[in-house]
């Protein structure tokens, strides 16, 4: 069974950082897409970035040089390290998955091409 759950939201000052964890189980890495989304108030869900199997790693331009994705595939598990928060960062934090996208990497940044979320972490950016 795929599942999927995140940790380590909080509140923080801007120009900050956190580091947000996804632990994964009921498939390997190597053969699927794991992103990062987020949903502010009001607002779509939109992608952050994308751990793509082996194929490559995507970014939301506004976060690229700030933010880092990597993967711990002993510990299965997906981090997000974000360094200068600002306010606009504040949402909620979503982990999500599907098979890896290969050619089709530009619809990494589209939550309608995944089929497994977790639950989400709180992100608050302070001024």
């Known amino acids: 069974q795929v599942q ?11 120009g900050g950082s956190l580091n947000l964890s996804c632990a994964v189980s009921g498939f390997g890495l190597d053969y699927y897409a794991i992103a990062w989304f987020r949903q502010a108030p009001g607002k779509e869900r939109e992608g ?3 751990i793509d199997g082996r194929n490559g790693i995507y970014y939301l331009d506004s976060v690229k040089g700030r933010f880092t994705t ?3 595939t002993t510990r299965s598990t997906i981090y997000l390290q974000m360094n200068s928060l600002k306010p606009e960062d504040t949402g909620v ?4 998955t599907r098979e890896v996208f290969g050619r089709e990497w530009q619809r990494w940044k589209h939550a309608r091409y ?3 979320w977790g639950q989400g972490t709180q992100v608050t950016v302070s001024s």
């Open 114 to 116: 995944y089929y497994k």
């Open 93 to 96: 934090y979503y982990c999500a």
């Open 48 to 50: 952050v970035s994308c």
């Open 70 to 72: 990597s993967r711990d």
């Open 4 to 14: 999927l759950v995140e940790s380590g939201g909080g509140s923080v000052q801007a």
